[in-house]
């Protein structure tokens, strides 16, 4: 992983503010995310969470669940999912060594720091389209991580 400076910054700072963007359209209640994925400077998917469909739900499918379920419990398709999708569906073609922005909002719809990677769902999706790189915001600033490494560290996440 490494934090970006300068005009590396600048730009990336503008993906994650079109990611912050994307994030607002989210229908779920529970958390809004945003993921734009980039190649070459142009944006080539982007996606936000929501159950399937844009569907909004009255409560989230994850109060509901036992602690015994056994597989992701979010009522949602993953902003990162969902950005994985759309450049699959519009631009496959670009999809290899391109990088993926995440970024979440609180309820006042401004950006959070992503703390370290967790989610091996995205990870491996990420892995298998072969995109080149993770970038998330972390309050010492943008952080990028070849995806290989994404998808390790998230397999060694433990809640502090
Ligand atoms: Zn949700
Ligand atoms: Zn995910």
């Known amino acids: 992983m490494k934090y970006l400076s300068g005009e590396e910054k600048r730009k990336a700072q503008q993906f994650m503010d079109k990611a912050a963007e994307v994030a607002l359209h989210s229908t779920?209640?529970?958390?809004?995310?945003?993921?734009?994925?980039?190649?070459?400077?142009?944006?080539?998917?982007?996606?936000?969470?929501?159950?399937?469909?844009?569907?909004?739900?009255?409560?989230?499918?994850?109060?509901?669940?036992?602690?015994?379920?056994?597989?992701?419990?979010?009522?949602?398709?993953?902003?990162?999912?969902?950005?994985?999708?759309?450049?699959?569906?519009r631009n496959s073609a670009k999809i290899e060594r391109s990088q993926l922005y995440f970024i979440r909002l609180d309820e006042q719809g401004e950006k959070q720091y992503a703390g370290d990677p967790y989610c091996t769902i995205c990870s491996k999706m990420a892995l298998d389209v072969r995109?080149?790189?993770?970038?998330?915001?972390?309050?010492?600033?943008?952080c990028v991580y070849d995806t290989k490494e994404y998808n390790a560290r998230s397999f060694r996440f433990f809640p502090k």
């Open 28 to 89: 779920c209640f529970r958390s809004r995310c945003g993921t734009v994925i980039v190649k070459d400077n142009t944006i080539i998917g982007e996606g936000f969470n929501s159950p399937p469909q844009n569907e909004c739900l009255e409560s989230c499918l994850k109060d509901t669940l036992p602690a015994s379920f056994k597989s992701d419990k979010t009522c949602c398709v993953h902003a990162e999912q969902r950005a994985i999708m759309d450049a699959l569906r």
């Open 131 to 142: 995109i080149g790189e993770f970038v998330l915001w972390h309050e010492q600033g943008i």
